[in-house]
């Protein structure tokens, strides 16, 4: 037997190896940008697909099937993917992932597209689907194409991702990332930029919304963000880095823990709340644990049900002060 055997799982003299949780069951394809070939099998790294749209299609559902994308350039997609197979794992190979979710090498990409579908890059509405250090970006001036990512599934994960959207920036609505997952959670992901300016008068720009069944019958539900960065380089108040517009975009919970909101010196604007709602809560309640913010002015809005760690009113708690000679 040979050393390795990608159909089956990546094998040693026929023992699975098994970094992370990957590789132990399901098929095993490969993704490479700059040298693969959608007409290719995809099985091996010299035989790899040139897109995750491919990879993912040829992939089976509920099969814990494993993408692997090379780092060395950037997946560019036509058209958005539609994500609706369930527990694919997508893993970027740069080395081991960063635990800031910054840099990542394996990046995904969607440009300039002319159909009015193609409102985000991928649009995920499957379960238990895990990402894992990949940079998810999105330049499509579409005026549908408000998201750079639509998390709108079930217990989907996301390991050190970056998620960045460089259109649209003073568009309302706008964000990196539409959330109207259920039981999705996001570690030590980072989203937005501190070089584009966003947001304009009476227009919020986030870096994540909240917008209920924006994804008809998807609503954000027990949801966690821990140990996230979110970056702004804020032109108005109004931009914000989480932000929803309706009294029902949470619903039972969203934890927001341990997670840095900075907005950049270069700024035009400071943040008026890091996170914050249109209207009170009514279906559930948001908690901040350890907030951490810069160029803010208040952490979160006030009697929206947000609740933050030490300080319930959610004013101060958060804001980093600098240090006085």
């Given at each position: 037997?040979?050393l390795t055997?990608?159909p ?10 098994v ?18 070939n959608?007409?290719?099998?995809g ?12 990879a ?9 099937d494993v ?21 694919i794992h997508?893993?970027?190979c ?27 890059t991928?649009?995920?509405?499957g ?5 894992t ?11 549908t ?8 599934g079930?217990y989907?994960r996301?390991?050190n ?17 539409l959330m109207n997952?259920?039981?999705?959670q996001f570690?030590?992901c980072?989203?937005g930029?501190?070089?584009n ?5 009476g227009?919020?720009?986030?870096n ?27 032109a108005?108040v ?10 029902t975009?949470?619903?039972?919970r969203l ?11 270069l700024a ?15 279906s ?18 006030a ?5 933050v ?6 004013t ?10």
């Amino acid at each position: 037997m040979g050393l390795t055997n990608f159909p089956n799982g990546i094998t040693s003299f026929g023992i699975p190896i098994v970094s992370g949780g990957f590789g132990a069951f399901g098929d095993v394809y490969f993704v490479d940008p700059r040298n693969g070939n959608d007409n290719n099998l995809g099985t091996s790294p010299d035989a790899s697909f040139k897109t995750l749209s491919k990879a993912y299609a040829t992939a089976t559902s509920n099969n814990n099937d494993v993408i692997y994308i090379d780092g060395d350039s950037t997946v560019t997609e036509t058209a958005m993917i539609t994500w609706s197979k369930n527990r694919i794992h997508v893993v970027g190979c740069n080395g081991v992932a960063s635990p800031a979710g910054y840099g990542c090498g394996a990046k995904v990409s969607l440009g300039v597209t002319t159909d009015a579908a193609d409102t985000a890059t991928i649009r995920c509405t499957g379960v238990r689907n895990t990402f894992t250090g990949i940079k998810f970006m999105n330049s499509n001036t579409l005026a549908t194409c408000l998201h750079g990512y639509e998390e709108a599934g079930e217990y989907n994960r996301y390991y050190n991702c970056e998620f960045y959207k460089s259109s649209l920036l003073t568009t309302d609505l706008t964000a990196e990332v539409l959330m109207n997952g259920d039981s999705s959670q996001f570690f030590g992901c980072t989203f937005g930029d501190m070089v584009n300016s966003r947001g304009a008068s009476g227009k919020e720009r986030p870096n994540v919304k909240f917008d209920r069944e924006t994804v008809t019958g998807k609503v954000c539900r027990d949801a966690i963000f821990e140990d996230c960065t979110f970056l702004q380089k804020a032109a108005h108040v109004d931009a914000c880095f989480m932000y929803g517009k309706n009294a029902t975009d949470i619903e039972r919970r969203l934890v927001i823990k341990n997670c840095i909101f900075m907005n950049c010196i270069l700024a035009t604007a400071t943040v008026a709340d890091a996170v914050n709602f249109g209207a009170a809560q009514t279906s559930g309640e948001v908690l901040m644990i350890n907030p951490a913010s810069t160029n803010c002015t208040a952490i979160a809005g006030a009697s929206l049900n947000i609740y933050v760690q030490n300080a319930p009113d959610g004013t101060t708690s958060g804001i980093a002060e600098e240090i006085a000679a």
